[in-house]
């Protein structure tokens, strides 16, 4: 193969390797995401992962192994100095004590990939304590505490950060893009990469989830819309945009007629405003996500139109592709070279994802894990899930029903009780309570 010398980003990790050394990455969880991880970091000149933790070895060997690393390159430890001597030994920690990754010295950068809001708070906390960049490939935890997080990041002086080929991140960047050009924000968001069932249980996808060599449940959030609901109050928590209606609109819209579609109402499109969140279930848009824009000048929007993206005066712009956790590591990388986060929460959110519940849910009911049968995500405006008391979906695992819930119906904090000996719980009830307007449980 012809050789190609490193160019822009890559040529940058390149020289700071040189003279430093690799970037380090200490990753939280081995299953699917993490296991990417691993073998990623594998292929990047200038990355190598440091240690593993996870509550069981065999994941983590089994992704050192496909990742083409020799049979004694994982090293069993339980320890932070454990840690830091398989490191200088050329080797991969293995380990079940997330406190002790991020204590461990030689690890320059941590990354949540375990997807339970509980453990990516706990982690993110104990990460920043120890002076650790955090990366969260969990944005069910950054949703529900994550400008708490990002706030102790900076008091910290380490970098808080969504992570890099997740559907957000790779959304922000055509919004900075966009913003830069001057040009208005119109809606942003996802093409649907699943089939949308509202209504879908794990035991319907044992099959499918098998053959993608996936967990059921973790299939289900993505096909029972709890997954988009969750990444679109991302987007909105870090840009200021809105869902336009309770649950978002997701239309059947196309690439080429998107931005005719998810444009205001005046420009003949759906929206009750400019400046949205929202997704589509339309073909050709999928697995990318967009930015649909409407320049600002005649001449602009008359130049977009002859340069074929489309016919005006709103446009659309994609990202064709995200990569999810093979691009992962890049925030990581950033976060140490940089000190700058891909993506962060605002200080005051404008968007909630609450749950509704899939099924009849009775009094005294303790709620299971997202993507399982009990409940599916919901976004909302903030101010609408203040005033309707909504839970926060990264609440409502572990949760107590309080009081019957029909099928469809809205959980809150009057019909259900979270689970306070949760960390995440006791800190979203503090963030909920320095907020004059709404105090959950008051």
């Given at each position: ?7 822009g980003f890559a040529a940058e990790l390149a020289a700071h390797a040189q003279r430093h050394g690799p970037v380090t990455i200490g990753l939280a969880g081995a299953g699917q995401m993490g296991t990417d991880i691993v073998v990623q ?371 809150t904090y009057d019909n259900c009780a979270p689970d306070e000996s949760l960390n995440v719980t006791r800190i979203r009830r503090a963030l909920d309570a320095a907020d004059t307007v709404f105090l959950p449980g008051a």
């Amino acid at each position: 193969m012809t050789r190609i010398d490193a160019i822009g980003f890559a040529a940058e990790l390149a020289a700071h390797a040189q003279r430093h050394g690799p970037v380090t990455i200490g990753l939280a969880g081995a299953g699917q995401m993490g296991t990417d991880i691993v073998v990623q970091a594998a292929l990047m000149p200038g990355v190598r992962i440091g240690a593993i933790a996870a509550s069981r070895p065999i994941r983590p060997l089994e992704a050192i192994a496909m990742a083409g690393h020799s049979a004694d390159t994982g090293s069993i430890v339980t320890t932070d100095a454990g840690i830091d001597q398989a490191i200088e030994a050329g080797r991969i920690a293995i380990t079940d004590d997330l406190t002790a990754l991020t204590r461990a010295g030689r690890i320059d950068v941590v990354v949540d990939a375990t997807g339970s809001p509980e453990i990516g708070t706990l982690l993110a906390l104990e990460s920043i304590r120890n002076g650790k960049h955090i990366v969260m490939l969990n944005v069910e935890a950054d949703i529900t505490v994550g400008r708490h997080l990002a706030a102790e990041a900076r008091k910290a002086g380490v970098v808080y950060t969504g992570s890099a080929g997740d559907e957000p991140a790779a959304t922000l960047e055509l919004i900075a893009l966009a913003q830069a050009l001057g040009m208005d924000i119109v809606a942003a968001g996802k093409g649907k990469n699943n089939a949308l069932d509202f209504n879908a249980v794990p035991a319907d996808f044992e099959e499918e989830a098998r053959a993608r060599n996936m967990n059921a449940r973790i299939l289900v959030e993505f096909v029972d819309g709890s997954k988009t609901m969750v990444e679109m109050t991302a987007i909105a928590n870090c840009t200021g945009l809105l869902p336009d209606v309770p649950g978002m609109h997701g239309p059947a819209a196309t690439l080429d007629n998107l931005a005719q579609i998810l444009c205001t109402r005046e420009d003949g499109g759906i929206l009750s405003a400019a400046g949205r969140v929202d997704y589509t279930i339309g073909k050709g848009v999928a697995p990318g996500v967009f930015c649909v824009v409407k320049p600002r000048h005649e001449r602009a929007i008359e130049r977009m139109a002859d340069l074929k993206v489309g016919p005006g005066p709103c446009f659309t712009l994609t990202r064709p592709f995200h990569l999810t956790s093979l691009e992962t590591p890049l925030s990581a990388v950033r976060a140490v070279m940089y000190g700058r986060p891909d993506m962060v929460p605002l200080d005051r959110p404008v968007a909630e994802c609450g749950a509704l519940a899939k099924r009849d849910l009775a009094a005294g009911q303790i709620l299971a894990r997202i993507g399982m049968e009990d409940y599916r995500g919901y976004a909302l405006t903030w101010a609408d899930g203040r005033a309707r008391r909504a839970l926060p979906l990264g609440l409502a695992e572990h949760s107590r029903v309080t009081r019957p819930i029909r099928a469809g119906e809205l959980l809150t904090y009057d019909n259900c009780a979270p689970d306070e000996s949760l960390n995440v719980t006791r800190i979203r009830r503090a963030l909920d309570a320095a907020d004059t307007v709404f105090l959950p449980g008051a």
